[in-house]
């Protein structure tokens, strides 16, 4: 095919638009004519003869259109015409018009966003070269919880095993650092020489941490990599950094080397600000050899992790025969040779905000998905009206000769535009909608940071959303419109009816359904909330303060609590406005579900569970409490006179203690001196921190007869501002020495932050109960107006014979409500059917609670007759005279 | 939206280009001359051949101009531009290797 011709024509064609079809009908008028006088000269008479001539050429504008196909430039052509068509077409009625895009920006705007979130949790990388090929080693004991591996280990996994190169690493905790007079809070990893070679990142000031700073089996060097961000929050991006002093907890260091923005180290949450080698800042003790939480590395080619696995499951034995053992007991006793080794990757990070909220969010994305799926089914049965609307027009149309792919190609036009507008507005909607989510899931650790703003990917995702969202809808009225009838209709009283109408009602039916299933959801999940925030505690919590105690490095050496602490505790309460202050060692911050077995000594276990806390004689009283039977702790219990303990009223039953349990002796778990406790009393039920959990099985131990104590929590009674007073316990602590004061919040603030989760779902999902709620009164007001449009004859007519505006209204409303009416029932079964799959998030809230559903289901009614009030309105304003006139 | 086979397409630009061989014609004319030519086999539709005839403009083997019919109308007159002589001797030439061919096989 020539081109250039072809590109002159196109041209032509583009943009003397109207001389060429003004001379395509010049011509064939013209050939026409010589057609008819050819007819004529033949002996026919005129008419006779135009009307063969017509029926040869096959009509004149049919063969206009079969000329027009063969133009180049056709399809754009034709394509501009129907843009141009449909925007005419979307301006001249703006409501529905509105309703469409709206409906489409709040489902796809809403999906962006959860996505984005979902995205942000479960899918993103590290930022690192290859993070699908990092991998990480843990130990788990026999319940599952992560364990320690000693640090010396690592040696071996770089001579021998499945890993190319391996390197330990241990972090997460957050200290005090200090450096050019500007104090700050620093999250720090210990990592042996490698990492940065194992992550494959190289500081991009200074140099990485090596095997000589990090020695393992004696102290390691005084150094530290900084992070980017550390680096100019506190040496302001200065290059010759290298070498200069840092203060981190108790320990002057230098600054080796400085890492490249967006490195963070492995914990995708709050990222890491210093990496230091092990032993070295923060001395370990000559009990304590320093420990990896985790072993990172990559595997040599070929190698899987099942296989990497059992490799070190086979060599785990002899290596740690070889290591020094390192590892702090824990209160189970096992050791580490009972342990499984898991090969994990490690590509995602360590994540504890993914942990705690991925379940939560999958949940959160399912809804979306379906609000998704209620705006499409919403823009589908206003599309189906307004096609139902147009039929006449339709029919207009073929019988001139338009072709079913015209007006199907032009109807696509028009769901892809209203789809675009819906994709460009959704965008800025769900940057509003992620807006508020970091604060909501922000734990408050020290330098959280997790980005939810949709990137790249998540927009492309949605803008392709929002395209097929457009072409799929528009498939639906295409369908009905394909089968129209080519004989024009023109009935001058249309009235809604036929099997598109039955469509819409059944699609208009499910939007309400679906709508109320998202909302009974979300009002359970709120009330769930209200119930955990209403739980009672069991504790005394206005005007507590709780601190939270760690040794500082060194501390612990040569300590002595029973010497250490009662002056403490001597200094703290001359501090003004405290009062009361009471020790214990779990309370109220509570970790984890540790239970152990509990059942009295000389029987068969009942299967009783129960958790160990550690406190200080006066802590019943200053935490409010109360004693039920027998006695608690005096200083009659000492460290020779035998263990005693208080449990809790729960435990109390659930030990099926059918008389008293009062100096009866109680075996918890398996520990060689927690196996013969005696029950000198009981106390009321009491949280350990979780409000889910008010009335936990505790056994309380007396501090004063343990063999050792340390980083206790402080419950602390005070008055007035709790500001100073805190800053004062800190201040008084460090000079204590030993400890510091890593945490110190007011008891009701702590406990009120505690169900984050439950928080975040209620929002969320209320959220998007209410879009679909929206979506659903859209629809319902869209196909209501229309209808008042569609049939303004009919009610000119019945107006002009006399019926009241309001009966018309009234009319309109009714139908409305009886559209809704189904709703809510179809919704409220399905709700009912589908209780089960919220049950593990609720709190206190039966999933098929009567009093939620009859509320959803009244509140959705009333918003069903709300939305029929504006054409209501229309209708009953009808002017007789005009609606009859307009034919 | 053309429903005819690229053969029969193709062949149906042939005609138009050596009917309109000898000299221009209008659109109505062409239609006779193919008739003609083809001895009554071939008679070529409106709704093909207009079509047809707009293509080969566009493709620049035809050119246009209006001129008066013989019964004193104006009419939109159809002639072959160099580039179209160019092409109805290789498609003369393509047609004829065809049926050569086509006529060996049958005969076998």
């Known amino acids: 095919m020539p081109l250039l011709p072809r590109l002159r024509s196109f041209w032509r064609n583009l943009i003397h638009r109207d001389q060429v079809e003004r001379a395509l009908d010049d011509e064939l008028q013209a050939t026409l004519e010589l057609l008819v006088d050819e007819k004529i000269a033949a002996g026919a008479p005129p008419w006779e003869a135009r009307r063969v001539a017509l029926m040869e050429l096959g009509g004149i504008e049919p063969l206009k259109e079969r000329v027009r196909d063969a133009w180049t430039g056709r399809l754009l052509d034709a394509l501009g015409r129907d843009v141009k068509y449909a925007l005419r077409h979307i301006r001249r009625s703006p409501t529905f018009s509105s309703a469409a895009i709206l409906t489409l920006a709040l489902g796809i705007g809403a999906n962006t966003a959860m996505f984005s979130v979902l995205d942000a949790l479960a899918f993103r990388r590290l930022a690192i070269p290859d993070p699908d090929g990092l991998f990480s080693l843990s ?328 395209l097929a969202v457009g072409v799929l809808m528009t498939t639906v009225p295409i369908v009905f419109a394909l089968r129209q009838q080519v004989g024009v209709t023109f009935t001058w009283d249309r009235t809604t009816t036929g099997a598109a109408s039955r469509w819409v009602r059944g699609l208009l039916v499910a939007q309400v359904a679906i709508s109320v299933v998202m909302l009974i959801g979300a009002v359970l999940l709120t009330r769930s909330l209200y119930v955990i925030q209403q739980v009672d505690p069991g504790v005394r919590t206005r005007g507590m303060m709780a ?265 309109v409303i009714r139908e409305g409500i009886i559209l809704t009416l189904v709703g809510v029932a179809v919704g409220v079964s399905a709700a009912f059917a589908a209780a089960g799959a919220l049950r593990s998030l609720l709190f206190g809230v039966s999933a098929s609670d009567p009093l939620t559903y009859g509320l959803t289901a009244t509140f959705v009614l009333a918003l069903g007759a709300l939305a029929g009030v504006m054409p209501a309105r229309k209708a009953a304003s009808v002017d007789p005279v005009i609606a009859l006139r307009a034919d | 939206m053309s429903s005819r086979s690229n053969i029969l397409q193709g062949t149906l630009d042939m005609l138009i280009l050596k009917a309109l061989a000898p000299g221009e014609l209008h659109g109505l004319g062409v239609s006779r001359r193919v008739e003609q030519i083809t001895r009554g086999t071939f008679r070529a539709q409106p709704g093909s051949l207009f079509p047809a005839l707009h293509r080969l403009e566009e493709q620049g083997f035809l050119a246009s101009t209006w001129q008066a019919s013989e019964n004193n109308r104006r009419a939109k007159f159809y002639t072959l531009t160099k580039a179209g002589r160019r092409q109805l001797d290789d498609v003369t030439a393509q047609w004829n290797r065809i049926a050569l061919a086509i006529g060996h096989a049958l005969e076998t």
Request: charged share 20%; hydrophobic share 50%; glycine share 10%.
């Open chain 1, 139 to 466: 130990s788990y004991n026999e319940l599952g919880i992560k364990r320690y591996i000693p640090m010396p280990l690592v040696f071996d996994f770089n001579r021998e095993g499945p890993f190319v190169e391996a390197c330990g690493y241990n972090g997460g905790v957050n200290f005090a650092v200090e450096a050019n007079g500007i104090p700050a809070r620093a999250v720090a990893a210990f990592v042996t020489g490698r990492c940065f070679s194992v992550l494959g990142v190289q500081p991009v000031l200074g140099r990485a941490i090596g095997d000589a700073d990090a020695p393992i089996m004696t102290a390691g060097a005084k150094v530290v990599v900084i992070s980017d961000r550390l680096w100019h929050q506190l040496f302001a991006g200065d290059t010759k950094v290298i070498g200069k002093s840092i203060k981190v907890d108790a320990s002057d260091a230098t600054v080796l080397g400085v890492l490249p923005s967006g490195f963070r180290g492995i914990h995708a949450d709050t990222g890491i600000d210093i990496f230091a080698p092990p032993d070295s800042i923060i001395p370990a003790s000559s009990e304590r050899r320093p420990v990896a939480s985790e072993v990172l590395g990559r595997l040599k080619p070929g190698v899987t992790p099942e296989q990497a696995t059992a490799q070190i499951d086979a060599m785990w034995p002899a290596l740690l025969v070889e290591a020094r053992a390192a590892t702090r007991h824990d209160t189970q006793g096992a050791n580490l040779l009972g342990d499984a080794v898991r090969v994990d990757p490690m590509g995602r990070g360590l994540s504890e905000t993914r942990e705690r909220y991925a379940r939560a969010m999958s949940i959160i994305v399912g809804l979306t998905a379906l609000l998704l799926v209620l705006a499409c089914v919403n823009l589908g049965s206003l599309l189906l009206t307004r096609l139902a609307a147009r039929s006449t027009e339709l029919g207009v149309r073929l019988a001139l000769g338009g072709s079913h792919m015209r007006i199907a190609r032009q109807m696509m036009v028009e769901g892809v535009l209203l789809s675009a507008a819906g994709t460009i507005l959704a965008v800025p909607l769900a940057f509003a909608l992620v807006a508020p989510v970091p604060a909501l899931l922000d734990p408050g650790f020290i330098g959280w940071e997790l980005s939810f703003t949709p990137n790249p990917r998540v927009l492309a995702v949605t803008a392709l959303a929002g």
């Open chain 1, 547 to 811: 601190a939270h105690l760690l040794a500082v490095p060194g501390g612990l050496r040569g300590m002595n609590a029973d010497a250490h602490y009662p002056p403490l505790l001597e200094k703290l309460q001359a501090i003004p406005g405290v009062g009361r202050i009471a020790l214990a060692r779990v309370f109220p911050r509570r970790l984890g579900n540790n239970t152990f077995e509990v059942g009295f000594v000389g029987e068969e276990a009942t299967g009783a569970r129960a958790t160990l806390d550690g406190v200080s004689a006066n802590f019943f009283e200053v935490a409010g409490i109360r004693p039920l039977s027998g006695r608690l702790f005096t200083s009659a219990d000492t460290r020779t006179s035998p263990r005693v303990v208080v449990i809790s009223e729960s435990l109390a039953r659930a030990l099926n203690a059918d008389a008293n349990v009062i100096g009866r002796r109680l075996r918890y778990g398996t520990l060689q001196d927690l196996e013969n406790l005696t029950i000198v009393g009981v106390v009321s039920n009491a949280t350990q921190g979780d409000l889910r959990n008010a009335s936990p099985n505790l056994v309380y131990a007396a501090v004063q007869q343990a063999a050792s104590f340390s980083n206790p929590n402080m419950l602390i009674e005070v008055r007035g501002d709790p500001a100073p007073i805190a800053a004062a316990v800190r201040r008084t602590v460090l000079e204590h020495g030993r400890e510091y004061v890593s945490d110190i919040d007011m008891l009701d603030e702590l406990l009120a932050a505690g169900p984050a989760r439950e928080r975040v779902s209620a929002m969320l999902s209320a959220l998007i109960g209410g879009l679909a709620v929206l979506l659903a009164m859209i629809g319902i007001h869209g196909v209501l107006a229309y209808s008042v449009t569609r049939r303004r004859k009919e009610i000119g007519v019945r107006l002009a014979v006399g019926a009241v505006p309001v009966q018309v209204a009234a009319g």
